[in-house]
């Protein structure tokens, strides 16, 4: 039983994880340019945790970093617009889990 609390556990993790990406990605949006120390005081996220996201959406393509901060890029909106879609799929497929 404990192995499989550590698998939900990990699933958790990664879903409050894709949510911080989310977030961040919305403030920047709202408030670019945007610092890490700035981002980090708005989301109440340390910095060591902004700096690895904002590294993630970067890698993405989501992120622009400038050097007056982050800025979102070009692919924000078709991103953002996707979630959703995103969101039942991943529904979908533990439902089909969930049934099997």
Same mark, same amino acid.
């Given at each position: $039983? #404990? %192995? %499989? #609390?550590?698998? =939900? /556990? &990990? #699933? =958790? %993790? +990664? @879903? +409050?994880? @894709?949510? &911080?990406?989310? /977030? $961040?990605? *919305?403030?920047? *949006? +709202?408030?670019?340019? @945007?610092?890490? @120390? &700035?981002?980090? %005081?708005v989301l109440n996220i340390p910095k060591h945790k902004v700096r690895y996201s904002l590294r993630l959406l970067e890698k993405e393509g989501l992120i622009i970093a400038t050097n007056e901060g982050a800025m979102v890029s070009d692919k924000y909106e078709e991103f953002i617009g996707g979630v959703s879609g995103q969101f039942e799929d991943l529904i979908g497929r533990i439902n089909r889990i969930r049934q099997s």
């Open positions: $039983m #404990a %192995e %499989e #609390a550590s698998l =939900f /556990d &990990r #699933a =958790f %993790e +990664e @879903i +409050e994880l @894709i949510g &911080r990406h989310i /977030d $961040m990605l *919305k403030v920047t *949006k +709202e408030m670019q340019p @945007i610092g890490i @120390i &700035r981002l980090s %005081e």
